[in-house]
């Protein structure tokens, strides 16, 4: 297979909250407008980000990352998407140089060129400052330039721009980006735990990117050509021959997915293993209500049952068919916001406890504060391979169900004590933890999660 190539930019920032996201999405929206294929990825174990990328752009939104999808599916997945789009975009995760596997170093790898968002509302020539020092480095750092962010009037940007030591690094100013509601300023894609709303849970969220979208196109960067990108070009090598398929572990089982607004994170390439490994896949929403379908397996993913509790505990139908499908001794797996619904009840942020649906002994109690972020890995009994991925919740479960097993920080398995182990309980035939893995990178370990053997 040839290799392939198309402009290609990462988006990238000194840090969280600058703006990356929004920039992103609108420089995708203005694309797709303008009917060019537009791919867009994202750095990271983020669930949310990809919900607004994919509707700006059109199409699937997959995960980029050095130490959770690893380097070759980067590789493939790059290649595979510049033999067809006209522009692929990276939204990077935190800041350019954080973590031993960052962002930076993600862009040296595959050659990506870097755009940096940066938040200018409270400065003037330091972003030239700022600027230099991002570009600079690291010496070999692929670079594009820099967009300021949330800037005041022309004066303002004037003052930006006069500050850059290499006039070719400015690609524009965008203004704060939002509105008013009850007298407050709102954000233009707005935030609450665990990170953005998602796209499909506001009705007006098409017009919110396309208000992103027209401020950009006021920009050099969103005034570029087609032809102007090809400065941007990057090639894409062909990923080795002989890559092997994954074992056919889950073929002839069925394994039903809840996927609605409260069951809602999930990484799409998990449901293609999940096909790829031979599983017949049925989705389902008990938010709606609807039936659990005829199974073998079930996986409840991520999401927000704090804020559906009523509904879930609502529909009792759905729990006796949970309790007849765990009394069969067939498998569950729940993962964050999928265990939570599990529970006996729910203690929410405003302190009322909410009965939920009874499967695994045990209450959960919502903070304002976040209890726990970063990697996390899970090795099974007799597994070479362990599963890496991510824990990231604003809760915390109290419940006398055995926890035999532990996802690890990684650098922490065999030490005497663990920081941030997450239990992984044991009840029955489910399986239960805030632990939330990207299934590829152990598929025989996922395989028995799911009851295969």
Same mark, same amino acid.
């Given at each position: 297979?040839?290799?392939?190539?198309?402009?290609?930019?990462?988006?990238?920032?000194?840090?969280?909250?600058?703006?990356? @996201?929004?920039?992103?999405?609108?420089?995708?929206?203005?694309?797709?407008?303008?009917?060019?294929?537009? !791919?867009?990825?994202?750095?990271?174990?983020?669930?949310?980000?990809?919900?607004?990328? =994919?509707?700006?752009?059109? +199409?699937?939104?997959?995960?980029?990352?050095?130490?959770?999808?690893?380097?070759?599916?980067?590789?493939?997945?790059?290649?595979?998407? +510049? !033999?067809?789009?006209?522009?692929?975009?990276?939204?990077?995760?935190?800041?350019?140089?954080?973590?031993?596997?960052?962002?930076?170093?993600?862009?040296?790898?595959?050659?990506?060129?870097?755009?940096?968002?940066?938040?200018?509302?409270?400065?003037?020539?330091?972003?030239?400052?700022?600027?230099?020092?991002?570009?600079?480095?690291?010496?070999?750092?692929?670079?594009?330039?820099?967009?300021?962010?949330?800037?005041?009037?022309?004066?303002?940007?004037?003052?930006?721009?006069?500050?850059?030591?290499?006039?070719?690094?400015?690609?524009?100013?965008?203004?704060?980006?939002?509105?008013? =509601?009850?007298?407050?300023?709102?954000?233009?894609?707005?935030?609450?735990?665990? %990170?953005?709303?998602?796209?499909? =849970?506001?009705?007006?969220?098409?017009?919110?990117?396309?208000?992103?979208?027209?401020?950009?196109?006021? @920009?050099?960067? %969103?005034?570029?050509?087609?032809?102007?990108?090809?400065?941007?070009?990057?090639?894409?090598?062909?990923?080795?021959?002989?890559?092997?398929?994954?074992?056919?572990?889950?073929?002839? !089982?069925?394994?039903?997915?809840?996927?609605?607004?409260?069951?809602?994170?999930?990484?799409?390439?998990?449901?293609?293993?999940?096909?790829?490994?031979? +599983?017949?896949?049925?989705?389902?929403?008990?938010?709606?209500?609807?039936?659990?379908?005829?199974?073998?397996?079930?996986?409840?993913?991520?999401?927000?049952?704090?804020?559906?509790?009523? +509904?879930?505990?609502?529909?009792?139908?759905?729990?006796?068919?949970?309790?007849?499908?765990?009394?069969?001794?067939?498998?569950?797996?729940?993962? %964050?916001?999928?265990?939570?619904?599990?529970?006996?009840?729910?203690?929410?942020?405003? %302190?009322? !406890?909410?009965?939920?649906?009874?499967?695994?002994?045990?209450?959960?109690?919502?903070?304002?504060?976040?209890?726990?972020?970063?990697?996390?890995?899970?090795?099974?009994?007799?597994?070479?391979?362990?599963?890496?991925?991510?824990?990231?919740?604003?809760?915390?479960?109290?419940?006398?169900?055995?926890?035999?097993?532990?996802?690890?920080?990684?650098?922490?398995?065999?030490?005497?004590?663990?920081?941030?182990?997450?239990?992984?309980?044991?009840?029955?035939?489910?399986?239960?933890?805030?632990?939330?893995?990207?299934?590829?990178?152990?598929?025989?370990?996922?395989?028995?999660?799911?009851?295969?053997?």
């Amino acid at each position: 297979m040839a290799s392939a190539s198309c402009p290609a930019l990462v988006i990238a920032a000194p840090g969280s909250g600058q703006g990356k @996201t929004t920039a992103t999405a609108a420089l995708a929206r203005l694309h797709a407008r303008g009917g060019r294929r537009v !791919r867009v990825f994202k750095c990271g174990p983020d669930h949310l980000d990809p919900h607004w990328h =994919e509707l700006a752009s059109g +199409a699937p939104v997959h995960t980029l990352d050095l130490w959770l999808t690893g380097e070759r599916d980067c590789r493939e997945r790059l290649h595979a998407a +510049a !033999r067809q789009a006209d522009l692929i975009l990276v939204e990077g995760v935190m800041g350019l140089f954080d973590g031993e596997n960052s962002v930076a170093e993600l862009a040296r790898r595959l050659g990506l060129p870097v755009l940096v968002v940066i938040d200018a509302s409270a400065m003037g020539g330091t972003l030239g400052a700022l600027t230099h020092g991002l570009r600079s480095y690291w010496s070999d750092l692929p670079w594009a330039g820099v967009l300021a962010n949330r800037v005041a009037g022309e004066r303002h940007a004037d003052l930006l721009r006069a500050g850059l030591r290499d006039p070719g690094d400015w690609l524009g100013a965008l203004p704060a980006l939002g509105g008013f =509601e009850a007298g407050r300023p709102t954000a233009l894609l707005p935030e609450r735990h665990l %990170g953005l709303v998602a796209a499909h =849970e506001l009705p007006d969220a098409l017009a919110r990117l396309d208000a992103a979208a027209d401020a950009l196109a006021t @920009t050099p960067l %969103g005034r570029m050509a087609p032809a102007d990108w090809e400065r941007w070009r990057v090639s894409f090598d062909a990923p080795p021959a002989g890559g092997a398929a994954p074992a056919p572990l889950l073929a002839g !089982r069925t394994v039903a997915v809840a996927r609605d607004a409260a069951f809602c994170l999930v990484y799409p390439a998990n449901l293609e293993l999940l096909e790829q490994l031979g +599983a017949r896949v049925a989705c389902f929403s008990p938010l709606r209500g609807e039936a659990l379908p005829d199974c073998d397996a079930l996986w409840l993913p991520g999401g927000y049952p704090e804020l559906h509790a009523p +509904a879930l505990a609502a529909h009792t139908g759905l729990q006796a068919q949970l309790r007849a499908h765990v009394a069969a001794g067939r498998p569950v797996w729940a993962e %964050g916001g999928g265990m939570l619904a599990l529970l006996e009840s729910l203690i929410l942020a405003d %302190g009322t !406890r909410q009965p939920m649906w009874g499967l695994l002994p045990g209450q959960g109690t919502m903070h304002r504060r976040l209890q726990a972020l970063g990697p996390r890995v899970l090795r099974l009994p007799g597994m070479d391979e362990a599963l890496r991925g991510h824990s990231f919740h604003y809760s915390s479960v109290d419940s006398s169900a055995h926890a035999p097993r532990q996802a690890l920080r990684p650098g922490t398995e065999g030490a005497a004590e663990a920081p941030g182990a997450e239990a992984v309980y044991r009840h029955g035939s489910i399986c239960a933890s805030y632990f939330q893995p990207w299934f590829a990178s152990a598929p025989r370990a996922l395989a028995r999660l799911l009851g295969s053997h």
